[in-house]
């Protein structure tokens, strides 16, 4: 456009630079209908939800009652039995629209556990009503205070005493449990000490936060940089039936890890959406910014760095697709689904710089909502899993570089 001289036309410019036509993007329909939903949440809903650090239930009612959240649970249990690379679109388009899944992606994934590990008894008590909405699974509580990263040293201890297990610990950053009835525990069953491998002796609760609150369980927020409703747990002499325990006892580390390829697959979608936004709104604003007698977007000192972060962002989305297409594949996909996650909030983490550094003074007002989605989309360098630690699994697991820790 700008090598032959032509004037720049805005309308040209800014939205829709990726997305596909109808005919050749399989995903369409999705989008179109996600995104119908989204523009009924427009940016000053996000907005004035993050200035009163609220939580966003309207919008989360109405994604649940349409049944995007359903989107993983299987047809027999009342979801619409998608697979990872539809329900990966569905959070795209939700933080492409400026909002963030963040709030409620946990309803989507955590249930990933108790449907692949869980008896039949208990998909059949929990599923139905998970895929309505009637019962939220939000949470997930994995970090401690004391060993961070270092998972399999966490310290929160499950002793079975009779048809109970009594549980005491800490935990730290979980998130969505003010607004979750139920939560995924993970707690050391067998000391430490007494296991041959370290990864083995902890297990996987589900925990009834609508019985445990006050009774064994406190909770305190953390007020954060993000929007982000999330708490320190203190477990007190919690008791959980053992009826509620996912699977075999001693096995839950290795569950957890069969989760997490699919949250960190969905979580790169958060970001490619988010990349999106960002390059969608600087594009736009390069386009029509005019100092020194021209829009700002014809330098070609702001055009690369546009550019470059664009190459990234879709570069992401393919590995994310191709993460995606190897867990629906039923195929390992714990490389591809954590190189998409790392390039992806590098990508976002990137977008977000570009735009906010184009937007000049303006990135900074509220109301042009940059500044929100650059806090929320930083987020992704260290949660659920921080970048060092997936190049650390690259380096050991897919290159055979020495163990480092
Ligand atoms: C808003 C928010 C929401 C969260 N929600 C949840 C949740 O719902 N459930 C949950 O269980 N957790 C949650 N977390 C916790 C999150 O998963 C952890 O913060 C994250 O995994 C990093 O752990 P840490 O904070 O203990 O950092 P640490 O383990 O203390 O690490 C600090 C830094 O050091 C680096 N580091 C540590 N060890 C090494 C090493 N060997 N080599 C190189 N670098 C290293 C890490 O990469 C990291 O950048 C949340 C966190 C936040 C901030």
């Known amino acids: ?15 829709n630079h990726h997305i596909m036509p109808a005919s050749s993007d399989p995903h369409y329909e999705i989008r179109d209908a996600v995104r119908a939903l989204c523009a009924q949440f427009p940016a000053e809903y996000f907005r004035n939800v993050d200035a009163e650090q609220a939580y966003p239930e309207e919008f989360v009612r109405a994604l649940t009652r349409s049944g995007w959240l359903a989107a993983l649970v299987p047809e027999e249990y009342g979801g619409s039995g998608l697979g990872l690379t539809e329900a990966s679109v569905i959070l795209e388009e939700i933080n492409r629209a400026g909002g963030n899944s963040g709030v409620c992606h946990g309803q989507m994934y955590n249930m990933g556990t108790l449907l692949r590990h869980g008896s039949e008894a208990q998909k059949r008590l929990y599923l139905p009503l998970i895929a309505t909405g009637e019962l939220r699974l939000q949470s997930m509580a994995v970090t401690e205070p004391a060993t961070g990263t270092d998972t399999t040293q966490l310290k929160t201890m499950a002793v079975l005493r009779g048809d109970r297990y009594i549980i005491n610990g800490q935990k730290v950053w979980i998130s969505r449990v003010l ?14 000490e007494a296991v041959r491998k370290r990864s083995e002796g902890m297990s996987i609760f589900i925990v009834d936060l609508r019985e445990a609150l006050g ?9 954060n940089m993000v929007n982000h409703e999330t708490s320190e747990l203190f477990f007190d002499n919690l008791e959980v039936s053992v009826e509620n325990r996912i699977g075999e006892e001693g096995q839950g580390f290795r569950y957890l890890l069969d989760g997490l ?6 979580i790169a979608a958060e970001c490619v959406g988010d990349g999106r936004w960002f390059i969608d709104k600087v594009t736009q604003y390069a386009s029509e910014r005019i100092v020194f007698n021209r829009p700002i ?14 190459v990234n962002v879709e570069a992401a989305s ?3 697709f191709e ?3 190897l867990f629906d594949a039923h195929k390992p996909c714990g490389a591809e689904a954590n190189m998409a996650k790392l390039l992806a909030a590098d990508a976002s983490w990137e977008a977000a710089n570009v735009c906010l550094q184009f937007h000049g003074g303006f990135g900074f007002a509220r109301e042009f909502d940059i500044e929100r989605k650059f ?4 987020l992704y360098q260290v949660a659920p899993v921080s970048t060092n630690l997936i190049l650390s699994y690259i380096a050991e697991h897919v290159l055979g570089l020495p163990r480092s820790f």
């Open 1 to 15: 456009m700008l090598l032959d001289g032509a004037p720049i036309e805005s309308s040209k410019v800014g939205c």
């Open 179 to 192: 607004h979750s009835d139920l939560m995924l525990l993970l707690a050391r069953t067998t000391p430490l």
């Open 215 to 223: 009774k064994g369980l406190t909770t305190r927020p953390i007020a």
């Open 261 to 266: 390829n699919a949250e960190r697959a969905l």
């Open 297 to 310: 977007g014809q330098n070609q000192g702001v055009q690369f760095p546009i550019a470059r972060a664009h």
């Open 318 to 320: 393919l590995m994310r």
């Open 323 to 325: 993460a995606c297409t």
């Open 375 to 378: 806090r929320e989309t930083r």
